[in-house]
T-cell receptor
């Protein structure tokens, strides 16, 4: 599975868009990009995933670059409840490898 | 509502005792997983199972054992051989298939403290 690189932490003002980057320069053709988030002392929650195209759902948007070597998770209007650790995972199988993620803090 | 249930939420055990963590899902998912999380760290895979009566070791299987007698259940036993068992344990499930186009559903976790 491809390795991912994410910033350790980020801050975002409440109501603004939160843009969380992820580098996955060694991604291969059949590997998907997944995003999960983990609020303190809870199980991770699925947010969104994609292969090549940009994706949007009720929680977030996922922008994948054309060469697929990086992606950005966008939370369009961050709220205090979005404060969490966000994990970017790249996988071609059902088996995940988690890094340490990005700790997003939404500020009032 | 379909989901994945882990119990108990908090568990305390004396050093040297085996302890079993429960994980049950009613999502009809084929695959189930156990992860361990230490403070400030990401999740590390202990064991996973793709189908009933079959399971594979993950990256940190030493000192742990599992069984998969039913599709819905995947209990994890932390044995006395596990050197540092105090951690947050997470169970997950997913549809199993050749494609990775399936997300995980996680339980709410069990925090095990060994004293």
């Amino acid at each position: 599975d491809a390795k991912t690189t994410q910033p350790t932490s980020m801050d975002c003002a409440e109501g603004r868009a939160a843009n969380l980057p992820c580098n996955h320069s060694t991604i291969s053709g059949n590997e998907y990009v997944y995003w999960y988030r983990q609020i303190h002392s809870q199980g991770p929650q699925y947010i969104i995933h994609g292969l090549k195209n940009n994706e949007t759902n009720e929680m977030a948007s996922l922008i994948i670059t054309e060469d697929r070597k990086s992606s950005t998770l966008i939370l369009p209007h961050a709220t205090l409840r979005d404060t969490a650790v966000y994990y970017c995972i790249v996988t071609g199988t059902y088996k995940y490898i988690f890094g340490t993620g990005t700790r997003l803090k939404v500020l009032a | 509502d379909g989901g994945i249930t882990q119990s108990p939420k908090y568990l305390f055990r004396k050093e040297g005792q085996n302890v079993t963590l429960s994980c049950e899902q009613n999502l009809n998912h084929d695959a189930m997983y156990w992860y361990r999380q230490d403070p400030g760290q990401g999740l590390r895979l202990i064991y996973y199972s793709q189908i009933v009566n079959d399971f594979q070791k993950g990256d940190i299987a030493e000192g742990y054992s599992v069984s998969r007698e039913k599709k819905e259940s995947f209990p994890l036993t932390v044995t006395s051989a596990q050197k540092n068992p105090t951690a947050f344990y997470l169970c997950a499930s997913s549809i199993y298939g050749r494609s990775a186009n399936y997300g995980y559903t996680f339980g709410s976790g069990t925090r095990l403290t060994v004293v």
